[in-house]
């Protein structure tokens, strides 16, 4: 294995935990769950490493965020969900992987991509664990709220780093 993709290994890594910890402790209540920080740095670090890392980011992230928050009957959904939101930020954002510039068209696009596989897989998620088509359409306006503020987040992250130049340590 080589230093750069140790280096990424250890970032992914540091990423799903910052995931799994701004899941656990800025939690809002909404039906079937809560809305929380964590997506702003799914967005981050996928954007970031790219599609593969992204699957780890946030699938293994947010997973572990509900397996340690109590919540044993989303893990599985959301390993699946925040995976595949993972790689189409990665995918999109960052398709060849290597470091860029976070504040692009592109980045923009991975985030509506990500938020709305999220979306999506949260209401078919809550319709299908509570048997309620009216509890997955409750879930909407607090999902898409986080949504937004998981881009909000991403993108003061984004301008933070990008003022440090924190794309030539990567």
């Known amino acids: 294995m080589s230093d750069k993709s140790t280096k990424r290994l250890c970032l992914a890594a540091m990423a799903a935990a910052l995931v799994c910890i701004s899941t656990l402790f800025f939690k809002v209540p909404i039906p079937l769950g809560y809305a929380h920080l964590g997506n702003g740095f799914?967005?981050?670090g996928c954007s970031l490493l790219g599609g593969p890392y992204g699957?780890?980011?946030?699938g293994f992230g947010s997973a572990m965020a509900d397996l340690l928050g109590g919540y044993s009957e989303w893990i599985i959904p959301t390993l699946i969900i925040k995976g595949t939101m993972g790689y189409a930020i990665g995918k999109i954002a960052n398709p060849t992987g290597e470091v860029f510039h976070?504040?692009?068209?592109r980045t923009?696009?991975?985030?509506?991509?990500g938020i709305a596989v999220m979306v999506v897989g949260y209401f078919l998620g809550g319709m299908l664990l509570?048997?309620?088509l009216a509890a997955g359409i409750a879930q909407l306006p607090g999902l898409v709220s986080e949504g937004i503020v998981g881009i909000i987040l991403f993108y003061i992250m984004g301008a933070a780093f990008n003022r440090?130049?924190?794309y030539h340590y990567i």
Not at 102 to 105: C, E, G
Not at 108 to 113: K, L, N, P, Q
């Open 108 to 113: 923009f696009i991975a985030s509506a991509v």
């Open 130 to 132: 509570s048997g309620s």
């Open 164 to 166: 440090v130049h924190i």
């Open 102 to 105: 976070l504040f692009t068209i």
């Open 42 to 44: 799914i967005l981050f």
């Open 55 to 58: 699957i780890f980011i946030g």
